[in-house]
Nanobody, 128 residues
Framework: QVQLVEYGGGLVQAGGSLRLTCVAS????????MGWFRQAPGKGREFVAA????????FYEDSGMGRLTISRDTSKNTMNLRVDNLEPADTAVYYC?????????????????????WGQGTRVTVSS
């Protein structure tokens, strides 16, 4: 049974940095795409960043370029998201997600593929 658990949320001042961790368990994730999404109060869920588990290719949402760093440690089955220069607009619940390998979506952007497993989320609040 796949389980994704996020850690690292909390209250942070604007301009600060935060590192979120997702611990994945229940299977090997070779070939999977792992992603971070967030949902701000009153808004829909949006793509933040993704990384391919095997090759380590990274993808970011456009507005976060330069402030986001996604990484994974395959030996520990963990994925991290570092957010620098936090802004109040970054306030949201951040979710970790995993997408099974699918030959039909190999060339698709990770923001547009189906994710099959989700964590429970970790709340990030950025104060101004």
């Amino acid at each position: 049974q796949v389980q994704l658990v996020e850690y690292g949320g909390g209250l942070v001042q604007a301009g600060g940095s935060l590192r979120l961790t997702c611990v994945a368990s229940g299977r090997t994730f070779s070939g999977y795409t792992m992603g971070w999404f967030r949902q701000a109060p009153g808004k829909g869920r949006e793509f933040v960043a993704a990384i391919t588990w095997s090759g380590g290719s990274t993808f970011y949402e456009d507005s976060g370029m330069g402030r986001l760093t996604i990484s994974r440690d395959t030996s520990k089955n963990t994925m991290n998201l570092r957010v620098d220069n936090l802004e109040p607009a970054d306030t949201a619940v951040y979710y970790c997600a995993a997408a099974k390998p699918d030959p039909a979506t190999t060339m698709a952007h990770p923001a547009n593929i189906e994710y099959h497993y989700w964590g429970q989320g970790t709340r990030v609040t950025v104060s101004s």
